[in-house]
């Protein structure tokens, strides 16, 4: 089955830029997704098709992928941005959704 | 505004059964495919079970495959997970979650607040 690995924890400090990275085999290929989870609540998408933004995500949430890690980029971070995000992609070879196992953002 | 409402939660024995439901209100709810994903205590998120626009299509991770059972009625606008032959490991957070799109694949686009499980004797 197709496995996507995030670092524990990413460290940054307030209005620095903090990356997240989701590692999978030729994830390149497909499109990519994360979601932020604030502690007790829903998650909610911020980055879809790689690089998309919904409507109401500020522009400071930004993704990239390509070859065998997709990355997202946090921009001049907040202490609000400290919580857990998870990549997540579909695998068209066993019809299955499949999450990374998610990051915590620590903000210093 | 779309909004997704679980229910159906709480404490069940290990072998027993409950139904999860999830109401659906501010979209099209027979044009999209709906999804559950669960989350045990202090972990991450695991997908469970996706079900077409039309219920036509099917699909369950291996650790439920078997036990849960997915369905949905588009005239109520309601998604259901039936769930027997439950596990202590199947204690999580559900939460029912829209694809935008009629079919699977792609993203979670909206998200219930989630309707807690806890099996345990």
């Known amino acids: 089955s197709y496995v996507l690995t995030q670092p524990p924890s990413v460290s940054v400090a307030p209005g620095q830029t903090a990356r997240i990275t989701c590692g999978g085999n030729?994830?390149?290929?497909?499109?990519v997704h994360w979601y932020q989870q604030k502690p007790g609540q829903a998650p909610v998408l911020v980055v879809y098709?790689?690089?998309d933004r919904p409507s109401g995500i500020p522009e400071r949430f930004s993704g990239s992928n390509s070859g065998n890690t997709a990355t997202l980029t946090i921009s001049r971070v907040e202490a609000g941005d400290e919580v857990d995000y998870y990549c997540?992609?579909?695998?068209?070879?066993?019809?299955?959704?499949?999450f990374g196992s998610g990051t915590k953002v620590t903000v210093l | 505004e779309v909004q997704l409402l679980e229910s159906g939660g709480g404490l069940v024995q290990p072998g027993g059964s409950l139904r999860l439901s999830c109401a659906a209100s501010g979209f099209s709810f027979s044009n999209y495919a709906m999804s559950w994903v669960r989350q045990a205590p202090g972990k991450g998120l695991e997908w469970v079970s996706v079900?077409?626009?039309?219920?036509?299509?099917?699909y369950y991770a291996d650790s439920v495959k078997g036990r849960f059972t997915i369905s949905r009625d588009n005239s109520k606008n309601t998604l259901y997970l039936q769930m027997n032959s439950l596990r202590a490991e199947d204690t999580a957070v559900y939460f029912c979650a829209k694809v935008p799109a009629a079919n699977r694949g792609y993203y979670f686009d909206y998200w219930g607040q989630g309707t807690l499980v806890t099996v345990s004797s």
């Open positions: 098709d790689d690089s």
């Open positions: 997540q992609v579909w695998d068209s070879s066993s019809d299955r959704y499949v």
């Open positions: 079900i077409s626009g039309s219920g036509g299509s099917i």
């Open positions: 030729n994830i390149g290929s497909k499109s």
